[in-house]
């Protein structure tokens, strides 16, 4: 189902902030708008070393970008980072799947969460619907 830019924009969000969103092997993405879901695999209390960042950013244009951080903390390994522009709410969902190995990892599950309850015009993408 294809969300018009009003429907994505009606969420009372506050002001927009301009974001420099980072990706590896590409262009960073530079838009304008609201992080509207975040995730993490971060632990703490396991003194973790490796793990997983998920944020989604909805713009003013209507549009979502969602990006991957994989962050270590291991001497001798790089940070990665991948990032993707969505025009349709299941486009940015199959890009987490995609991107998670063919399922919605728990980073990524989190930050879709949490914004499809920030964005009321993607509650309808929160969950699968059966009949």
């Given at each position: 189902?294809?969300?018009t830019k009003q429907q994505l924009l009606d969420a009372d969000l506050g002001d927009p902030k301009t974001y420099r969103i980072t990706r590896d092997?590409?262009?960073d993405i530079q838009c304008k708008g609201w992080e509207i879901g975040t995730g993490s695999t971060y632990d703490a209390m396991r003194s973790t070393?490796?793990?997983t960042t998920v944020t989604i950013y909805l713009t003013t244009g209507g549009n979502l970008v969602t990006q991957r951080g994989s962050i270590t903390q291991w001497q001798g390994e790089d940070d990665h980072y991948a990032a993707a522009i969505h025009r349709e709410p299941a486009d940015a969902l199959a890009?987490?799947?995609?991107d998670?190995?063919?399922y919605?990892?728990?980073a990524s599950k989190e930050a879709w969460e949490e914004a499809c309850t920030t964005v009321p015009a993607l509650e309808d993408h929160d969950t699968e619907l059966v009949d």
């Open positions: 189902m294809s969300l092997g590409d262009r070393t490796r793990w890009w987490l799947v995609a998670g190995g063919d919605l990892g728990p």
